[in-house]
């Protein structure tokens, strides 16, 4: 499974990066806004050059000719940009024209499987069902994922699933169990991923029983 880093701090994923652990980065506007005064294009290039797989980056228009025109516009600010389409008709439309032209995209806001399969059928690269917010509402964003994953295996259809809105180390397991092609996760969530109190207790062991026998020979 690839993993990507839902970020546009490029602290974030230059130490994600320095892990060796990073497939790629998805981004949004919210995300983008959250880093202050920064030039979103700008931006965009700097993930780019430390990330050499998939940089999702959204276009802002909501009509077809708008979408298109920025997707183009996004697509020439490096070879790994991939476009973020938002899950409308338009969108839709716009995944179809794009796909023709060879520019990458990820159809976001994605919540059930008629979606994802729409997106598939229009040439989208990726599909992103937020599973986190699918949960927010009532509904079991895993099962959401399981129905996905299994139509799109159904019809060997080549879009890949990107699970997104994961929200605790627990669901990257999940989706992981599942077969998803990618997750997209948080810096602090992939940070957690680390961590196991068992870990910590045996690393204090052993540097405790190393100092002891160091002391043998002083």
């Not at 797989?53 to 020439?76: F, H, N, T």
């Not at 919540?111 to 927010?136: C, E, H, M, Y």
């Not at 870990?199 to 190393?210: E, Y």
């Amino acid at each position: 499974m690839k993993f990507f880093l839902d970020t546009a701090n490029i602290d974030e994923i230059k130490d994600a990066a320095s892990w060796g652990v990073l497939d790629g980065v998805t981004t949004n506007p919210t995300l983008v806004s959250r880093e202050g005064k920064v030039d979103f294009k700008a931006r965009i290039k700097e993930i780019c050059d430390v990330v050499s797989g998939p940089v999702s980056a959204e276009v802002i228009s909501m009509d077809y000719d708008g979408m298109v025109k920025e997707a183009l516009e996004l697509s020439k600010i490096a070879k790994n940009v991939t476009v973020k389409i938002p899950m409308t008709k338009d969108g839709i439309r716009a995944v179809s024209t794009l796909s023709k032209q060879n520019v990458k995209t990820n159809v976001t806001l994605v919540f059930n499987a008629n979606q994802a399969l729409l997106a598939a059928k229009s040439g989208a690269t990726f599909v992103s069902p937020f599973i986190g917010r699918i949960d927010d509402v009532g509904n079991d964003g895993m099962s959401v994922l399981a129905d996905i994953l299994e139509i799109f295996k159904n019809y060997d259809l080549k879009t890949e699933v990107i699970a997104a809105s994961i929200r605790h180390p627990e669901h990257v397991r999940q989706v992981a169990l599942l077969g998803t092609h990618i997750a997209t996760i948080p810096y602090k969530i992939l940070k957690m991923m680390f961590d196991h109190p068992l870990t910590d207790k045996g690393i204090k062991r052993f540097l405790s029983d190393w100092e002891e026998y160091k002391k043998k020979f002083s």
